[in-house]
């Protein structure tokens, strides 16, 4: 069984076997068709449960044919240029390069003494983030798991620094189209039930500015505390970035913290066009940036940053075992004195492997593509009569839904569509995600593949209409 370590006498095996796992996937992206195979629980559930795990196969290449009867053939596929569903991107080379490295050295980021080299690779990157922010000299910040991990440190961060003994006074304010990991980290955190305050938005999705003073203020006559604002810099469903001058101007007002989450319009901070749609951010307390969302990197990849890295402090622990008291005297760097994570893994690696062998602009170049392809089928989906389009996308994402010429009823359209949606995912042709808009049932296209056309585009939509008039045809006749 040891021949299963990775050490210095395995490095043959280690080598035969990626290589193995590799080719298996590599063959996949060559073959694949189709995003989705359609695959049903009901057909995968036993596939998978007939599987003996105290039965080992001590086969590897057994093992990778087993694999593909219970995974790789009807895995969802995000780098099919049909795969338009949610936030998740296809991945560049060099940071898959970099996944391979990062695990088999397996170096943990809590310590310097168990990352060495690692430690000061992520702390660059985290400076070169701050950087393209502008949060100034002082900034700071560190990798987590992801956005919803970002927003919980962040707003801790913002509770501390409100100094405030009555959790229950504190508030919240973000928008009604805010990601839902606001209102979890307010639960976390121990805040009340009513502590995040839902600020409407404009037509295009944006947060009102008008309405946002208008709240502070009666929190402010209320006797409660302001504890942060939140604004988000591309929400997950519209991609609308909220007006983040405003916002900044509002909080100074106010002595409120500021996060600008931008789990998604982070991508333009790299950006070659497009950069200026995200001006104010510099103004944050923190930001939230997941580079497995518009970078490219596979999931996990995200950083908080901070303005002030004094404010890390409030997610510092010392153990003996650790990370001792001295070990900050002495200048040992360990990350661990800034994360909610204790063993973490070195995601850093894959965004440090991208930028050198691509640069940001090369990510910046992919990101823009994709902005100007959604920008490219809003005037197709503005110009289909079988469609309505909500919003113009400022990042990558359209919602929409089909309307039929010969139903109004509004419930019966809503059937139409999740109707669509359903039929299309079960046939594997493209996966598309679902959303509400105004308690109605809407479409999604969330596009991040830089590979996909209008083409693409044009043909899903004709799916879409297809499958809809479907179900239409067949409602009637169940009404006749
Ligand atoms: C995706 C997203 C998050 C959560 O990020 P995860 O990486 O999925 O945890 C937070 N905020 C916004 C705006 C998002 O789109």
């Not at 694999?67 to 998740?88: G, M, Q």
């Not at 985290?126 to 990798?143: E, M, S």
């Not at 980290?185 to 409407?200: F, R, T, Y």
């Amino acid at each position: 069984m040891r021949s299963h370590l990775l050490n210095d006498t395995t490095a043959e095996q280690y080598r035969r076997s990626v290589t193995d796992g590799v080719e298996r996937v590599a063959a996949k992206l060559a073959a694949t068709k189709r995003p989705f195979t359609g695959v049903t629980v009901d057909a995968l559930v036993p596939r998978i449960e007939r599987i003996d795990l105290d039965a080992p196969l001590h086969d590897t290449a057994a093992v990778l044919d087993e694999l593909e009867e219970v995974y790789l053939r009807d895995a969802v596929y995000f780098h099919h240029p049909r795969y338009l569903a949610h936030l998740n991107c296809p991945v560049v080379i060099p940071a898959v390069l970099g996944e391979a490295v990062l695990s088999a050295v397996n170096s943990s980021l809590d310590t310097w003494d168990q990352s060495a080299g690692g430690t000061l690779i992520e702390r660059r990157l985290i400076d070169w983030t701050t950087a393209r922010i502008g949060l100034g000299p002082a900034a700071d910040g560190v990798f987590t798991s992801g956005g919803t991990q970002s927003n919980l440190q962040a707003l801790l961060l913002a509770r501390e620094d409100s100094k405030t003994e009555s959790l229950a006074d504190l508030r919240i304010f973000a928008s009604e189209v805010s990601h839902f990991s606001v209102k979890k980290s307010a639960k976390l955190l121990g805040l009340g039930p009513d502590a995040v305050v839902s600020v409407p938005v404009d037509r295009d999705k944006r947060m009102q500015t008008v309405a946002l003073a208008r709240e502070l203020e009666r929190c402010r006559k209320d006797g409660l505390v302001p504890m942060a604002v939140v604004a988000t810099a591309g929400t997950t469903d519209f991609g609308s970035i909220d007006p983040l001058p405003g916002i900044a101007e509002l909080c100074g007002q106010y002595d409120t913290w500021l996060h600008v989450d931008a789990a998604y319009g982070c991508g333009l901070l790299a950006s070659l066009r497009y950069r200026d749609r995200i001006e104010g951010i510099e103004r944050a307390d923190s930001v939230t940036v997941d580079y497995h969302k518009s970078f490219f990197q596979p999931v996990s990849s995200s950083a908080v940053l901070v303005r002030d890295a004094s404010t890390l402090r409030h997610a510092t622990y010392h153990a003996e075992y650790l990370n001792p008291r001295r070990m900050v005297t002495e200048r040992i760097p360990n990350q661990v004195d800034k994360s909610l994570q204790t063993t973490r893994r070195f995601d850093a690696l894959k965004l440090w492997m991208t930028l050198r062998v691509m640069g940001a602009d090369g990510i910046g170049e992919l990101f823009d593509e994709v902005c100007e392809l959604a920008a490219e089928g809003f005037g197709l989906l503005a110009a289909d009569p079988r469609f309505d389009v909500v919003v113009e996308p400022t990042l990558s994402t359209l919602v929409f839904r089909y309307i039929p010429a010969a139903v109004t009823d509004p419930a019966e359209i809503d059937r139409a569509n999740l109707y669509a949606r359903g039929a299309l995912f079960a046939s594997g042709d493209a996966v598309v995600a679902g959303t509400k808009v105004g308690g109605r049932h809407y479409l999604k296209f969330t596009l991040l593949n830089p590979e996909t056309t209008t083409a693409d585009i044009t043909a899903v939509l004709d799916l879409i209409a297809g499958h809809a008039e479907q179900y239409l045809g067949e409602s009637l006749d169940r009404a006749s």
